[in-house]
Nanobody, 123 residues
């Protein structure tokens, strides 16, 4: 059973916006922490944003003020609203869930992962 399924990626010009969605099963959505991560070619995976079960959010510095993580408890969906996109935001974006008690983007070893959705930003 697919636990997490991302959608919403695409190609945009710099300065544009995209909204990523991640449909989760009830089990994975109930995790303590949900997050968005990204990996560009030749680079390590990095955390983008996390949201705790109580709604507390944390962002990596490079996306603060531009990206917003949110979730909808009614349909078990996680979102990432991305504004003012830059070419350096180009990457494969993954949603993830972690049932442990640590919830921050620096923690990249989440327990459940989606397949990813590609975001490409051109200048």
């Amino acid at each position: 059973q697919v636990q997490l399924l991302e959608s919403g990626g695409g190609s945009v010009l710099a300065g544009g916006s995209l909204t990523l969605s991640c449909a989760a099963t009830e089990y994975t959505y109930g995790s303590y922490c949900l997050g968005w991560f990204r990996q560009a070619p030749g680079k390590e995976r990095e955390g983008v944003a996390t949201i705790r079960i109580d709604g507390q959010t944390t962002y990596t510095d490079s996306v603060k003020g531009r990206f917003t993580i949110s979730k909808n408890d009614a349909n078990y969906t996680l979102y990432l609203q991305m504004n003012s996109l830059k070419p350096e935001d180009t990457a494969m974006y993954y949603c993830a869930a972690e049932r442990g008690w640590v919830c921050r983007p620096e923690k990249t070893d989440f327990g459940y992962w989606g397949q990813g959705t590609q975001v490409t930003v051109s200048s």
